[in-house]
């Protein structure tokens, strides 16, 4: 998907729906290949949903957040 900055975006998922005429969009992303999300991840993972212009995030997470990452995803 490309984002408002023209940025092209890869989502895990990505689904979009529509309830009474509004549209709506969840981006889903499964980070691999860390024993814990940095809060430069879940940063990453925030402003790649936010320029793509997605409503709802979800950033699903295997291991552990560290703990700047965790306070900052609650």
Known sequence: MTG????EYTFD???NYDIDNFGYS???D???G???VTLDRVFLFDT???DAGTDYK???V???LNPEAAKFAA
């Open 4 to 7: 408002r900055s023209g940025v």
């Open 58 to 60: 979800v950033l699903v």
């Open 34 to 36: 860390a024993d814990d």
């Open 62 to 64: 295997k291991s552990k």
């Open 26 to 28: 969840i981006g889903i």
């Open 30 to 32: 499964f980070p691999e």
């Open 48 to 50: 790649k949903a936010y």
């Open 13 to 15: 998922i990505l689904c």
